[in-house]
C-alpha cells in the first residue's frame, strides 16, 4: 500500500508539488524495473528512449477531469446502479483509423448498449476499445513460419517478413498520432451522430426485420420503440446519449509511460494516463510480482485486470487489496474470461472471497478470450454458442451468489467479418476465408454482435423479472 506524502504546516504548494513529482517518479521507475512480460527487444535501445522522451512532451489526448468522470459512471456499475459495455477491435490497425471503420465499430457498441439499458432498466457505461488497442501479447515468440511473431502495430508489421517483422520504436510514435486522429472520431461521433437514440433505434428495427433470426426479437425492439416515444409524448427532450470513453490493455509499458498527468484529486496523488479512460492489464501479464501490476498500482485511472482459470480467490483478493487500497468503487474491473466450461466452476468461489472482502468491484465477462480455437485450416475462431454459453454461465453465479453481473468486454465489430461462427445465419467454419480481417483475434460481426446483445438482452430482462418476484 501506498501513503500521501506528509508536509509540515504551512510548505509552500510549489514545495509539495516537487515532493510529489519526486515521489511519483522514483515510484515510477521502481515499478518498471520489475520483470515485464510481453515486451519487445529493440534492436536500437537508444532511439526507443528517444522516441519515449518525445512522446512525453506530447499533447495528452485523455484529461485527468474524464478519467474522473468516467471514475464516478463506474462507481454506480459497481454499485449495481448501471452497466458496463466494452468492445471494438482485438487489435487496431494504422490502416483502420478511418472515420467509416471507427463509425461502424462505434455504431454497434450504441446500438448494443440502447438494447441492454432497456432490458436492465439500468444505465450503460459505453467503452470503446479504440483509440490505442494496438499492441498485443502473444503466447510465442516466433510464428508457423519461424519468424518474430505479430505483437500488434505499435511494435512490428504484420507483414509475413523478417524486417517487417523486426520491433521498430518508431512505431510508437505513429501509434500516438493514430490515436490522437482516432480520438478526433470518438469524440465527434459520440456528440453527434452517435448521441441519437432514435436514429440508433431505427438501425436496431432495421436488424430484426431482415438479419437471420432477427425476427424473434421483434417483441424487444418494439418495447424500446414504445419507451423512446413515450419519453418524447411527455415532452422529454429526445433522448441523447452520453460520452463514449476509449481503452485498451496497458501492455508495452515504454509507450503507457509518456503521457502521465499527476493527479492530486483522489485519496492521494497519482498518476492519470493521458492516453485513455480506461486500462486494463491482461491475463498474460498479471504477475503480483511484474512491471505491470506494479504500474497499475500508481494509476487514478480505472483499472481492469484479466481473470483467467488459473486465477484463485487469494490471487483476485490480492489485486483488490493492491489496485483499489482505498475501497473507490469501480476503481476495479475484475474482468473474467474462463471459457464456457469453466465459468460456473471456477468463478463463484472468487466472487464469493472478493464479495467477503467488503470491496466494490465491477464484475465484468469476456466471453471472447476464452473459447478461442483453431481450426485445420489454420484459422483462429469462436463460436457463437460458446460465447453466450460464457456469457449465460456469468449471470447464472452472480444470481445465485446475489452480486451484480457488472456487464461485458467484447472483441466485435460493425463490419461483415467471417471471423467467428455460428449465431442466426453466422459463418461456418468453411466460410472464414471470405472476409477474414482481423489483426490477430477473431471478431464477432455486426449480426453477431446484435443478435447476441438482444438475446442478453432476455436474459437480463429475465433475471430482473425474477429478482422482483422475490422481493414481492
Known amino acids: 500500500m501506498t501513503h500521501s506524502p506528509r ?68 462507481g454506480a ?54 483509440a490505442g488497442q494496438y499492441a498485443k501479447p502473444r503466447s510465442a515468440a516466433v510464428d508457423a513460419d519461424g519468424l518474430p511473431v505479430y505483437r500488434g502495430d505499435i511494435i512490428n508489421s504484420g507483414k509475413p517478413d523478417r524486417a517487417a517483422r523486426t520491433p521498430d520504436p518508431e512505431r510508437m510514435a505513429r501509434a500516438y498520432h493514430h490515436a490522437r486522429e482516432a480520438m478526433a472520431v470518438v469524440r465527434r461521433l459520440a456528440c453527434g451522430e452517435l448521441a441519437d437514440a432514435q436514429a440508433l433505434h431505427e438501425e436496431n428495427r432495421r436488424f430484426v426485420s431482415t438479419a437471420p433470426g432477427g425476427r424473434r426479437h421483434t417483441a424487444r425492439v418494439a418495447e424500446i420503440g414504445r419507451g423512446l416515444r413515450f419519453m418524447t409524448g411527455v415532452g422529454a427532450l429526445a433522448p441523447r446519449l452520453g460520452e463514449i470513453w476509449t481503452s485498451h490493455e496497458a501492455l508495452l509499458l515504454d509507450y503507457e509511460r509518456t503521457l502521465l498527468w499527476i493527479d492530486t484529486e483522489g485519496p492521494e496523488p497519482g498518476l492519470s494516463s493521458g492516453l485513455a479512460h480506461f486500462l486494463w492489464i491482461g491475463e498474460r501479464t498479471r504477475e503480483p510480482d511484474g512491471a505491470h501490476i506494479a504500474f497499475a498500482e500508481l494509476l487514478a485511472n480505472p483499472i481492469g485486470v484479466k481473470i483467467g482459470p488459473r486465477t484463485t480467490p487469494e490471487q483476485a483478493v490480492e489485486y483488490v487489496r493492491r489496485l483499489d487500497p482505498h475501497a473507490v468503487p469501480g476503481r476495479l474491473t475484475l474482468i473474467s474470461r474462463m471459457g464456457h466450461d469453466r465459468v460456473r466452476e471456477v468463478l463463484p468461489p472468487i466472487v464469493e472471497k472478493v464479495t467477503a472482502s467488503g470491496r466494490q468491484v465491477i464484475w465484468q465477462c469476456d466471453p471472447m ?88 438482452a432476455e436474459l437480463f430482462a429475465a433475471g430482473t423479472a425474477r429478482s422482483t418476484e422475490a422481493r414481492r
Open 7 to 74: 508536509w509540515p504546516p504551512g510548505t509552500p504548494v510549489r514545495t509539495r508539488r516537487r515532493s510529489v513529482e519526486r515521489t511519483l517518479a522514483g515510484r515510477l521507475e521502481a515499478a518498471l524495473a520489475r520483470p515485464a512480460a510481453q515486451q519487445p527487444h529493440w534492436p536500437d535501445p537508444d532511439r526507443a528512449r528517444a522516441v519515449v522522451r518525445e512522446l512525453a512532451a506530447a499533447e495528452p489526448l485523455v484529461t485527468p477531469a474524464e478519467t474522473r468522470r468516467l471514475l464516478d459512471r463506474l
Open 77 to 130: 456499475v459497481a454499485r449495481g446502479e448501471a452497466l458496463l459495455l466494452q468492445s471494438g477491435d482485438c487489435a487496431e490497425t494504422f490502416a483502420d483509423t478511418t472515420e467509416p471503420h471507427l463509425r461502424a465499430n462505434l455504431g454497434v457498441l450504441r446500438r448494443m448498449a440502447l438494447v441492454l439499458t432497456h432490458a436492465a432498466g439500468l444505465p450503460v457505461v459505453t467503452v470503446a476499445r479504440a
Open 369 to 456: 478470450h476464452g473459447n478461442s480455437r483453431t481450426t485445420e485450416t489454420g484459422h483462429k475462431t469462436r463460436r457463437y454458442e460458446d460465447i453466450l454459453d460464457e456469457i449465460t454461465g456469468f449471470l447464472e453465479v452472480h444470481r445465485a451468489l446475489g452480486t451484480h453481473p457488472g456487464g461485458l468486454h467484447l472483441e466485435a465489430t460493425g463490419e461483415d467479418v467471417t471471423e467467428c461462427t455460428g449465431g442466426a445465419g453466422g459463418p461456418s467454419e468453411d466460410d472464414l476465408p471470405a472476409r477474414y480481417r482481423t489483426a490477430c483475434d477473431p471478431r464477432l460481426n455486426a449480426e453477431q454482435s446484435m443478435g447476441l446483445a438482444l438475446t442478453v
